[in-house]
């Protein structure tokens, strides 16, 4: 299609092509979550020691474990729930590089989905500081302490990947808006909710 081609309605795409429900949620519920924490990193490295900088990073922390739940709860339905395959038009479309870039960013994120909070994990216990999810639930330590092995391999494991992680979502998202406003294939389309069906008024 080209960029004066109008997209399909979402009703038009076919049942089998779309996502699932819950697919979605998991895919924008992680991915708000990556956001905010990534966010939530990058200003409170540069704050002086205070509460709220305390604050912040208690929030960091939570918010890395809620992520690798989510991570986890995402990849046990993924393979539960084979995902839509790409839509035999949009593949005939793609060249090989775009197809096997697909293939390997999709698995890039989620290695990286698990990979970028174990890191944070296992800096915080090598700190010796307990994670306390939500204030609530303790959470054991990942490895023993040793404020070497912190600073000197665990911080930059942490930190790089997790900004490897936000090249490859943005990578991700461009190749998302490019199928929705230069290919207009309605490839993005599959993964909002479908339509409801209008009622029909009672005679």
Known sequence: MSADTPLPPLSAI?????????AIVLHWLL??????????GLYMTGLPFSPQRIKLYNW????GVTILLLS????????????????????????RWQ??????SHAAMYLLFFAVPLFGWAYTSALGIPVVWFGVLPLPD???VDKDLAEAILKPLHKGSAFTLAAVALLHVAAALKHHWI?????????????REPRHPRH
């Not at 076919?14 to 819950?22: I, K, L």
């Not at 339905?77 to 949009?90: G, T, Y």
């Open 14 to 22: 076919p049942h089998r092509q779309r996502y699932g429900t819950v």
């Open 99 to 104: 197809i096997a870039g697909y293939r390997t």
């Open 142 to 144: 990942f490895v023993p």
């Open 31 to 40: 991915a708000a979550m990556i956001v905010g924490s990534l966010g939530v």
């Open 183 to 195: 290919d207009r294939d309605g490839l993005l389309q599959r993964m909002w909710p479908e339509p």
């Open 72 to 95: 986890a709860a995402r990849l046990l339905w993924r393979l539960a729930h084979r995902p839509p395959a790409l839509p035999a038009q949009v593949l005939a479309a793609m060249p």
């Open 60 to 63: 960091h922390k939570w918010a």
